[in-house]
């Protein structure tokens, strides 16, 4: 969809009615921010080439927590995924643990309460709701295409001479998602590499954004990418608005005293000059449209 036209909004309102219909969601909703502001990341100590942002980390575990808690509480895990994420130095320094594993709901506590252990609560809450089919796990990422241009995240661990960027399929944070719609951003490599890794109930919900600096390569090769893989991948437009949504809109605003709406008693909706000058100055974009009725 072009800037402005409601895809985060679309996402939001995908979340709501999720989360409201018995769904576990995982919502990434600013992807500009999370494929910048990671604050600092560290090699992961268990998987080579792996990289984690325990801030980010530990936020979307809390998430987790907040919103589904009551839906996690009768998951665990083994002592062998446990083994699989931490090392034993790092398992022996999670208080009261034993070896008949953790409930998801206590993995999400112990990465609240520590940021460095965040990262390995994160990908075995995340692998755990992935692999299941106990209830529905949904993943929605906005601004999804961010996870594909240049990287700002740098180790030395991925090159000594800290010149060359992370690939976010690396870093754990951002690699469930990625490598299960295994998309590319190569628009002219036809060969996809890797095959999607899909989610045994459940499914994933992204957004590209065309308000942040993406190259628009990158966008159109993963939608070349994605419209390769029809059978499993659904592509969306979210559209301008109709004249008559516009209509409805407007009315809604003048309702609940939006902009200059606010005090004009209905003179904007009973002049169909102004309400068509509206629809033209805005495009029938949602943003642009608000924008407009305020200034």
Do not use: W
């Not at 993995?107 to 995340?126: E, F, G, N, R």
């Not at 740098?154 to 944070?173: G, K, N, Q, T």
């Not at 102004?274 to 949602?286: D, N, P, Q, W």
Request: include cysteine.
């Amino acid at each position: 969809g072009e800037k402005g036209v409601g895809k985060s909004a679309t996402l939001a309102a995908v979340v709501a009615s999720a989360r409201a219909s018995g769904h576990i969601v995982l919502f990434l909703p600013d992807g500009d921010r999370l494929r910048k502001n990671g604050f600092y990341i560290t090699s992961n100590r268990r998987k080579k080439g792996v990289f984690d942002l325990p801030d980010l980390s530990q936020e979307l575990c809390a998430q987790l927590l907040t919103m589904h808690s009551k839906d996690l509480k009768d998951m665990s895990a083994t002592h062998a995924t446990i083994e699989e994420h931490f090392t034993e130095a790092q398992i022996q320094k999670i208080d009261g643990y034993s070896n008949d594993g953790m409930s998801l709901v206590q993995l999400l506590q112990h990465a609240a309460d520590v940021k460095a252990h965040a990262p390995m609560c994160y990908s075995i809450v995340v692998d755990h709701l992935m692999q299941q089919d106990q209830t529905p796990f949904l993943m929605v990422l906005d601004q999804f295409n961010c996870y594909y241009d240049q990287g700002h995240y740098f180790h030395m661990d991925y090159d000594d001479e800290v010149r060359d960027a992370i690939p976010y399929d690396h870093i754990s944070l951002f690699a469930p998602a990625m490598h299960a719609l295994a998309l590319r951003a190569d628009e002219d490599d036809l060969d996809d590499v890797t095959e999607p890794q899909f989610l045994k109930r459940g499914g994933i919900v992204v957004s590209t954004t065309e308000s942040h600096a993406v190259r628009h390569v990158i966008t159109n090769g993963m939608l070349a990418s994605a419209q390769r893989r029809a059978s499993s991948i659904d592509i969306v437009e979210v559209e301008r608005f109709s004249d008559l949504e516009v209509d409805h809109i407007l009315a809604n605003f003048e309702a609940t005293g939006v902009g200059k709406l606010r005090m004009d008693r209905g003179d904007t909706l009973l002049d169909g000059n102004e309400v068509a000058y509206l629809k033209m100055v805005s495009g029938r974009i949602g943003q642009r449209l608000l924008d407009a009725s305020i200034m």
